[in-house]
């Protein structure tokens, strides 16, 4: 009988430890949640973040409208169009650099929390782009657009086509010709891509893309910045990620979207940043376009968190919130041009 009650005894504290653990483990569990979501609740929103000091500009604009009311899109839109128009920026629409034949041909796209997407890519003749990829996204049951069914597509929206090559471009373009080499160094003096991420007050997730590609590229070359998962992705439960820099390279490892995949799995902005761009690094090191490669990430996680990561030295994002304003960061990088 003794034995009985003894196996009883023991049973009972035994199973009375067991949910004690796992009680202790439900209240830890709830004390981490409800610490997670205080945590997000203090995150200052909305934040926008985007490649490259012409990256202030966009900013300044795309915060204003942000503030008086308008869509994410709508903002992000509006502050595009700055780079997009301003000759002086000699890879983003207007003014940049023309291909081997002498044509700007342009590429970009935009997607938002709902993982709508829109994009354009070898566009010719018209100054915005991106509001094209905005387009398609609205009016369409695509994603992307090309060439001249892109162009059609943009007349039929009551764009203006109109030429895209000052001056400027088409005088640096003959001086390229004389020698004819294709080096598309992208650094600090010869700037690339803009991509824009930007999480809202709602804690909504959105970002665009939009660019003239590489100088004195092949006819018909497109790059990473229309492409949906390599130029720019977004996951609204994790995430947003864009690129800049050889597009060649960020395709082949399906760059912003690998980014937003290892936040995912729990890595912080910088974290997967940094891991693509040596993953980059690693598929590229013994490839024939190490001599000139750089790429670099920008990346915005759910809470609002952001950071940048470069494969080279050079590489600068704007950042803009309510807290410090709207300002640049150089990103931390792997290596420096020399090596």
């Not at 796992?22 to 200052?44: I, W």
């Not at 926008?48 to 795309?62: D, M, R, Y």
């Amino acid at each position: 009988m003794s034995n009985r009650r003894d196996f009883i005894k023991k049973t009972t504290l035994g199973t009375l430890a067991v949910s004690s653990v796992f009680g202790l483990e439900a209240v830890a569990q709830n004390t981490e949640n409800q610490k997670e979501t205080l945590a997000v609740k203090k995150t200052k929103k909305p934040v926008v973040i985007s490649t490259w000091n012409h990256g202030l500009p966009a900013n300044a604009e795309t915060w204003k409208e942000l503030k008086a009311g308008k869509s994410a899109l709508d903002a992000i839109e509006a502050g595009m169009k700055i780079p997009e128009a301003d000759p002086k920026v000699r890879s983003v629409g207007y003014g940049g650099y023309p291909d081997r034949e002498g044509k700007v041909t342009l590429d970009a796209c935009i997607m938002d929390h709902n993982s709508n997407c829109g994009s354009v890519s070898f566009l010719q003749g018209i100054k915005h782009p991106l509001s094209v990829a905005k387009r398609v996204l609205e009016n369409t049951p695509h994603v992307m657009l090309s060439g001249q069914g892109a162009l059609q597509f943009a007349l039929s929206e009551g764009f203006k086509e109109e030429n895209l090559l000052t001056p400027e471009s088409e005088k640096d373009w003959k001086k390229w010709l004389e020698e004819s080499k294709y080096k598309p160094v992208i650094n600090i003096e010869n700037h690339d891509t803009i991509s824009m991420l930007m999480i809202d007050e709602d804690g909504n997730l959105s970002g665009g893309c939009t660019t003239s590609g590489a100088a004195w590229k092949m006819h018909g070359r497109v790059g990473d910045s229309p492409i949906i998962g390599a130029g720019l992705f977004l996951d609204n439960e994790v995430g947003a990620a864009a690129a800049t820099g050889l597009g060649e390279a960020v395709i082949r490892t399906a760059g912003s979207a690998m980014v937003v995949e290892l936040m995912r799995q729990g890595k912080s902005p910088y974290e997967a940043c940094k891991e693509i761009t040596e993953r980059i690094y690693n598929k590229h090191k013994n490839h024939k376009d190490m001599e000139y490669l750089q790429v670099g990430f920008i990346a915005l996680n759910k809470n609002g968190e952001h950071a940048g990561y470069s494969l080279r030295s050079g590489f600068n994002y704007a950042i803009c919130d309510d807290e410090k304003g709207n300002r640049m960061e150089d990103a931390k990088f792997k290596m420096n041009w020399d090596k």
